[in-house]
């Protein structure tokens, strides 16, 4: 079957098998290996992307529930201000550490941005728990998130909205 998507601002048509996830769309046909697979049973948070600006887990997505969506991967969110915020926090607060969990973390915490620019501690952790973290622990991914957002308050001019 064909679905037709916008993957990354890019519009396009990509012949399918019915029955193929969306995780293995992206990494094998698309190529976008941001896209982790951890698990196979969306609990680990590995695989997420922006569906409609909503975060979803695309190990238990199908590729054709994604039809006429505009899907965002970390590979999508280069030119992203807010995910560019996100990055330098996690960077400098040692939110990351194998790394194999930050883009969905990141993608994560990008989606609860866009919904609610000032979340308190609570708010993000509950945005972050689907999300697993098997090397440094959570508070300093949570404490990321808190700084990105003292700081995109401090750039009013910058939408929250970008993606």
Do not use: W
């Not at 079957?1 to 293995?24: C, S």
């Not at 992206?26 to 190529?31: A, N, S, Y």
């Not at 990055?87 to 994560?108: D, I, R, S, W, Y």
């Not at 622990?137 to 700081?151: E, F, K, S």
């Amino acid at each position: 079957m064909k679905i037709e998507n916008t993957i990354n601002g890019v519009t396009g048509t990509t012949e399918i098998e019915p029955r193929r996830l969306l995780v293995h769309l992206l990494r094998d046909q698309k190529r976008l290996t941001g896209v982790h697979i951890g698990c196979d049973t969306s609990q680990c948070g590995a695989c997420t992307v922006l569906v409609d600006g909503t975060n979803v887990k695309s190990c238990t997505v199908l590729a054709a529930q994604t039809d006429g969506c505009e899907l965002h991967t970390i590979e999508g969110m280069e030119h992203d201000h807010t995910t560019a915020v996100l990055k330098q926090a996690f960077n400098e607060l040692h939110g990351l550490q194998c790394g194999f969990c930050t883009p969905g973390m990141l993608l994560a915490a990008r989606a609860l941005l866009a919904h609610q620019p000032a979340p308190a501690e609570s708010d993000v952790r509950e945005a972050l728990h689907g999300n697993l973290c098997r090397c440094t622990g959570y508070q300093n991914i949570v404490d990321a998130v808190l700084l990105a957002v003292t700081r995109l308050q401090r750039t009013p001019s910058v939408t929250h909205e970008e993606a």
